[in-house]
Structure formats: structure tokens, C-alpha cells
């Protein structure tokens, strides 16, 4: 068994297609295949090199590994197709050669008319055939008006592709309900991806092509290419879409949409994998946080949902989540201390930081959270927010920052200031609950929300308590 995903570097890979690389890789996986990745970069003014070195880096970057293509060889290369077109020019010599292609020499303006007239009866476009039984007479005399012909692929009257769809099951296209005779090269020479896609299909043993249902209604075209080359047909399932929340087609005005964006956020791999694969498939438990080895054990080709997925972004992160908490400590602070770095703080201490990431991973969703925790530990005196600032002025919050000083200039030390501060503070006040708890925390942290005080005031230290008590005092009080 032989696998594909083949990207466009047209810009940053979007979730969708990272979804087509996680069934294919995860199958692949399953059954010992060959995944190949093949670069579809035949649109020459959008394809970019970086786009290309973007791509691969997020999938190495997500765990996703490849036997064959553009950066490791192999035997079926070159794996560009910017670097086959001369095969695909044997392939379209022949074509033309037995008839089941030929020249067209329809303007764009000429075309535009069909699809208007089409239009305005209510009716798909189709094209009419107009060039197919040029005489070379008449092909001398438009070539002398200076057109530069396409290449047409002559669809077959009256014929029927059948195929079984892994995950569609049988599916039947007419030949007369494909869009009539269809473009296989441009005028400037470029070959269309339906055409090419085809014939490297072929030529690097792809056996089974996994991809998004929305390729489906290419598929008998393709197979039609392939009958007429004498090409094998390989075995295809086609993906479900995924979807935003409001049944559209999944784009940037849903959300984040690009892989890259997810990576910058501080999103794990293994959630990522963990996600995308069960947008359209169910583990045999109902389990939703699954190892991705258990996905791997469990998934097969066959088993992949037949309806449309919805691109839940806040279930997306609460798994992650949900991955970030189950973290050994050492990979965790590995994984936060770039984005420590990122808001500004000293990572040099290493000691420190796994400490601040113990306290801390518990409340962390993506791993970019830890930026407005960090300060928490790492600022002197960090100016309270705004809703801290408030329970600061309140009468709970004076009669806490009063408690607080007098405890430090007093019987609270280095020495016992964790263990005792809370309980000093409550019995000098005669506070309790959230009367408590809330302007304590707003004054040590300064912020109403984030770590347990028991385990925050160990890792702050004594000295920077000290420095937030007396700034609230003289700010408050």
C-alpha cells in the first residue's frame, strides 16, 4: 500500500489539508504503507519556495514523516511537479497522437459567452465541443491570428466511470455530466492538475488516494485520463469536509485556519493529531483524548465518518488542555520557557522556571497562556489589572493590605511567610471565603484568577511579597 498528500505551496498549509496529512499518515501508520509527499507547485506565479520549506516544516514540526519525496529522494521522483513537465509532454503527445485530446483555440471572450448563454438558461456550463474537429486548415489560419491553443482532453460520449469509494461506497458519474471536454494544458504550456495529478498518481505507485471530498467530482475525469493512457486506477476514499460552526466551508473568518498560527499559539502536536483525526472518526471506547498510538491501533480506512465535521475551535483547546496538564514536568518547561522568553522574562534560570511551570501548567490551555502568568512570578511589584485594582480599593481589599503589612513587619519571615500569611491574615481580619481569598489574591498576585495562593507563595518568595504588600499599601491605603 502506497500513500500520498501532495500540498500546493501557495502559503501556509491550512487546517483542512493538515487534517487529508493526519488520515493519510495515521493510515499509513496502520498498515505498514509507503506515504509519499508529492509538491503541487504547477501554479508558477502563486508557489513559493518558502511556502514549500513552510509546509514541511509543520508537518515534521506535528510528528508527520515521509518515506518518499522532494527532501529525502526515492525511487519515483523527482517529487515537484514543476520537474515532470517533460513527462507529462509525453503523455500529452500521446494523447493527442490517439485522438483523445486535441487544440483548442476558444478565446477567453468566446468562453465567457458560453458561460453567460448557460447561465441565463438556468444550466450548468458545459463546453459545446467547438474546436474539437478542427481541420488543420482552420487551426493554421486562428494560429496565424496569433492564438495559442489549450489542450482539451475529448471526453467520451455515453460512457459511465464507475468507482467504489472507501468511504462514499459506490459512486457512478455520466460522462455527460462532467462539464464536457475539459482543459488539460494551458496555453503557455502548463499542464492542469487534474490531468498531471493522474499520471503521477501512476508513476509513483500510489495505490490508495485519500483526499477531501471536495476532489470527488474530479475523480472521474481522472479516471477517464487514466483509461485512455493505459494508466492503473488506484482506490480512493474521500474525506468528509470540515466545516465552521456555521456549516460553511472552514475559512479564516471561523477563526485561525493556517497551521503555522496554531504552532505560534503554543498548541501541542499530539493534541493537534488527536483532534484532527476525530473530525470524522470515533475511537471504539467514545474516549476523546486517545494517545496517538491508540488512534493508530484503532483507525482504519473503512471507518471514517461519511457526513460533513465541525470545527469546534473551543474543544480544540480545551483538549489541548487537557494534553498540556498530562506533561512530565521536564518536557513542560522545555515547551513553556520559549514563550517565557517571549514575554520578556529571564530564562536563564532553569531551576526557577520549573518551578513557576509546576504551578502554573494546571491553569494553561496553550502554551502561550503562560505569558500573562508569567509575571506573577518574575516582576517585583506587577501593577494589578483593572478588576484587581478594584478589589484592592474595596473595604475587604484596605482591611487585607493592612493585615498584611503589619503581619510582615511583624511576626510573618522568610521563614514561615507561605505556610502562615493566609491563615495570619484571616485571623486578623476575621475574614473568610472569597472576602478573603479574592483581595489576598489580587494583592500577591495581582490578578483575581490564576494559580492556588498555597502553591504561588513558595515560588514568588518573600521578598517580592513584601515589595507587592508595601506598593498596595501606599497605593490603596
Known amino acids: 500500500m502506497r500513500v500520498r498528500f501532495a500540498p500546493s505551496p501557495t502559503g501556509y498549509i491550512h487546517i483542512g489539508n493538515v487534517r487529508t496529512a493526519i488520515i493519510n499518515y495515521l493510515i499509513a501508520q496502520k498498515t505498514g504503507a509507503v506515504m509519499v509527499l508529492r509538491i503541487e507547485d504547477t501554479d508558477m506565479e502563486r508557489s513559493t519556495v518558502e511556502s514549500e ?7 515534521k514540526w506535528l510528528g508527520i514523516r515521509w518515506q518518499e519525496g522532494p527532501d529525502v529522494g526515492g525511487n519515483h521522483g523527482p517529487y515537484r511537479q514543476s520537474e515532470r513537465f517533460g513527462i507529462y509532454r509525453e503523455y500529452t503527445e500521446k494523447l493527442l497522437a490517439q485522438g483523445d485530446a486535441y487544440h483548442c483555440y476558444c478565446s477567453q471572450e468566446e468562453l465567457d459567452a458560453m458561460r453567460a448563454e448557460a447561465e441565463s438558461k438556468g444550466t450548468a456550463f458545459t463546453y459545446n465541443g467547438k474546436c474539437r474537429n478542427l481541420t488543420p486548415e482552420q487551426k493554421k489560419k486562428l494560429e496565424a491570428e496569433g492564438r495559442r491553443p489549450t489542450v482539451r482532453f475529448r471526453v467520451p460520449d455515453g460512457e459511465t466511470v464507475s468507482f467504489r469509494d472507501h468511504i462514499k461506497g459506490p459512486v457512478t458519474f455520466s460522462s455527460e455530466n462532467i462539464g464536457g ?43 477517464l485520463v487514466a483509461r485512455a493512457l493505459g494508466l492503473n486506477v488506484p482506490e480512493y476514499a474521500h474525506l468528509a469536509l470540515v466545516l465552521g460552526p456555521d456549516r460553511t466551508k472552514l475559512s479564516k473568518r471561523h477563526g485561525i485556519t493556517s497551521l503555522n498560527l496554531y504552532r505560534e499559539e503554543g498548541y501541542l502536536p499530539e493534541a493537534l493529531i488527536n483532534y484532527l483525526a476525530m473530525l470524522g472518526w470515533a475511537s471504539d471506547t467514545g474516549e476523546e483524548i486517545i494517545p496517538i498510538k491508540d488512534i493508530i491501533a484503532q483507525i482504519d480506512i473503512t471507518n471514517l465518518a461519511k457526513s460533513a465535521a465541525i470545527f469546534d475551535f473551543q474543544k480544540l ?25 517571549k514575554a520578556g522574562y529571564d530564562v536563564s534560570d532553569r531551576k526557577f522556571i520549573e518551578r513557576i511551570v509546576s504551578v502554573v501548567q494546571v491553569k494553561c490551555e496553550v502554551l502561550s497562556d503562560i505569558g500573562r502568568l508569567a509575571g506573577i512570578f518574575m516582576e ?50 476575621g475574614l473568610k471565603g472569597k472576602k478573603l481569598f479574592m483581595p489576598l489574591r489580587a494583592l500577591i498576585t495581582g490578578r483575581l484568577q490564576g494559580p492556588e495562593l498555597d502553591q504561588a507563595l513558595p515560588v514568588i518568595g518573600f521578598e517580592r511579597v513584601s515589595k507587592r504588600i508595601e506598593r498596595c499599601r501606599k497605593t490603596f491605603c
Open 53 to 59: 520549506k513552510s509546509i514541511m516544516e509543520d508537518l
Open 181 to 223: 471536454d475539459f482543459i488539460i494544458v494551458r496555453s503557455d504550456g502548463t499542464p492542469i492538475y487534474n490531468y498531471i495529478v493522474t499520471i503521477d498518481d501512476t508513476l509513483m505507485g500510489i495505490t490508495h488516494v485519500i483526499r477531501g471530498e471536495d476532489h470527488l467530482s474530479n475523480t472521474p475525469k481522472q479516471i
Open 317 to 341: 483547546k480545551w483538549m489541548n488542555g487537557k494534553h498540556l496538564r498530562e506533561l512530565p514536568l521536564d518536557r513542560a518547561t522545555d515547551l513553556f520557557t520559549p514563550f517565557i522568553a
Open 380 to 429: 517585583d511589584a506587577p501593577e494589578p489589572d483593572d478588576e484587581a485594582a478594584a478589589m484592592l480599593r474595596s473595604e475587604e481589599g484596605r482591611q487585607v493590605i493592612e493585615a498584611a503589612a503589619a503581619l510582615f513587619a511583624g511576626e510573618i519571615n522568610a521563614g514561615n511567610f507561605a505556610e502562615s500569611l493566609v491563615n495570619a491574615v484571616k485571623d486578623r481580619t
